[in-house]
């Protein structure tokens, strides 16, 4: 798909084109569910509600870049179209606006300009995907008319992972631009996702009102709930019925059936239709990309008095030459009630796509086309190596530079993250994580605990940063088998868990200390590579010092001796209250160990008598005891 344009655009001479006022009844609104909405003016400073009583926010949500500005504002008839965010290298290859959205289907909907907002005279090369699926990718040069104007371009997906992401991926070192973004709930079932699933994006490649201005989203006051903007006609209509021939049937009147769940398509749409005078076809052509299926709706209503009965307007409906089906409205709906029909295009061969009507009785008549690429959800990291990844991200502290935001491996037609390398599962159903390697990136922070939930961890590679704190315990997942972390500054002692599959272990330069797993040392006597070289204090193993006493303890070890020796102080301090006692009793008092007896000597002249073993005690418990000792 990477050399594909997957665009649809509106220039905006459409949009500043007299707008087709309607004085309909308004079809009542029916009550929505869907209540989430975002409209980002990307570049924008300042939240604003335009003319259309639509509100739009000042831009937010995005991982990096900065704002820019279309060279010619005034030319452009819309607020979010005159700003910009562009995303140069310094923020990194790939760059995302992430929203946190209830799980759920939404319309998202980019509004792309470039204008020579930069005075470069060069619209950039890039890639864009809609939850970790690349969907549209933008070559430079661009048509003239899209780069000076701008394109939208809208697609449907499912969002389950709690957050919308649109991603922008610069290929060579062109800075990805985006003039706005809307994000808006749709329902799950439209456009009959029972049956398609939820693991296709459906990419606008077309939609048709059909003898009526454009209108829906930036373009007139009639609602769509959804957000869909319709498209004219006219440029679609094929040759042979060309203008003359053409009839426009428009009505004030109510259409039954539009505005309903699931699809909720506009009663707009219906009250215009296109038919032909006299017996001919009635044609048009759609570009597309040949390599996916086409998903195509058809709207119709009869919107003619004098068609009263089933047979008076019959037609059929030929797709690349394909008889695909027989179409008599009234037969199916009554005149003046809204009428769909679905088909998908398998296995294309050209970049037409050819629908043309043909008359049986009467004249065609159509009111909307919709044509929609099926495009497969790539596959995404797995849910807890993502999660693993940010808390890697954040923990070390990982530059700008280096795109880190986004799914770390997904889309599969990109790199993954500056540094990663990513391959699918067993079972290719999700992306995992094989390898890290930011050696020498001048890292600061500290190796996150998460990454133990890398199972899939064959090498890593830290080296020659500024690392602080201790190895992870969770370090040394069954998969891994290279770990270079040397030249940092990891101090602490070296996990037991650190050994299990290694075959490549360096942590030279470092600061830990304490005893060196055995299991970890024997890599080296099985033909792996360990270099424990330039530590601080690390113990026990052949070429190092041997460990002080109770040193490679584990922690139960050391609690065992802490309470031993906590007892132990115990009775001293009882044997010693007790002589205190004694001696307040007796006036008489004991001596204390060497250090404090300067101290009380003053107090004290008397000499004591008391056991040796006593005695010896004392002193070794000098430094804890000086002042619970001192009876003042
Ligand atoms: C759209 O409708 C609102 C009232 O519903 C009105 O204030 C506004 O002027 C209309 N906008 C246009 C462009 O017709
Ligand atoms: C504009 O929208 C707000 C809610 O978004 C609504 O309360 C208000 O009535 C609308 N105004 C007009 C003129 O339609
Ligand atoms: C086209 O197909 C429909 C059924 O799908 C059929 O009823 C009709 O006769 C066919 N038309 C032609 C011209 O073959
Ligand atoms: C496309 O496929 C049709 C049959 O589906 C075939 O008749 C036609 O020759 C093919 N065209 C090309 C360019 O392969
Ligand atoms: C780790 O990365 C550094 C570059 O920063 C490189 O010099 C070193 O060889 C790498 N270590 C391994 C084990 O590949």
Known sequence: MSNNLFIFFFSSIFLSLPILHLSSPSPSPSSSSYDTSYRIDCGGHSDFVNNFNISWLSDRFYTGGANGLVSEPLLFPHQQEKTLRYFPLSSGKKNCYIVNVPNGRYYFRTFTVYDNYDGKLHPPSFDLSVEGTQVFSWRSPWFEEISKNGAYSDLFAFVNDGEADVCFYSIATDPPVIGSLEIIQIDPLAYDSTSTGDKLLLVNYGRLTCGSNSFGSGFSNDTDIFGRAWESDKEFRVGNSGQSSIKVLTTLKNIVGTNQKPNHFPMHLYQSGVTVMGKGNLEYTLSVDAKVDYLLWFHFAELDDSVTGAGKRVFDIF????????????????????????????????????????????????????????????????????????????????????????????????????????????????????????????????????????????????????????????????????????????????PDSLASNLQLVILNDNQLEGQVPEQLYSIGIHGGTIDLFGNKGLCGVPSLPSCPLFEGLSTAGKITIGSACLVVLVVVFVIIYLCYIRRRRNDYDFGLPQDLISLSAKRNRYQRQKSLMLLEMETQNTHRFPTTLNPL
């Open 319 to 494: 797709i690349n030459q394909k008889n695909a089906t027989r179409i008599d409205i009234f037969k199916q709906v009554g005149s003046f009630a809204a009428l769909n029909w679905q088909y998908t295009v398998k296995n294309l061969n050209t970049t037409d796509l050819r629908v043309k009507f043909v008359p049986v009785v009467g004249s065609p008549l159509v009111s909307g086309i919709e044509n929609y690429a099926l495009v497969p959800k790539d596959l995404a990291t797995v849910p807890d190596q993502v999660i693993a990844m940010r808390a890697l991200k954040q923990s070390l502290r990982v530059p700008d530079r280096m795109g880190w935001n986004g799914d770390p491996c997904a889309p599969t037609s990109w790199d993954a993250w500056e540094g990663v390398t990513c391959h699918p599962n067993k079972d290719k159903t999700a992306l995992v994580v094989s390898q890290i390697d930011v050696g020498s990136q001048g890292l600061k922070g500290y190796i996150s605990e998460q990454i133990s939930l890398l199972l899939n961890l064959v090498s890593l590679n830290l080296s020659s940063n500024s690392l602080e704190g201790t190895i992870p315990s969770g370090l040394g997942q069954k998969s891994l088998v290279r770990l270079d972390l040397s030249a940092n500054r990891l101090s602490g002692r070296i």
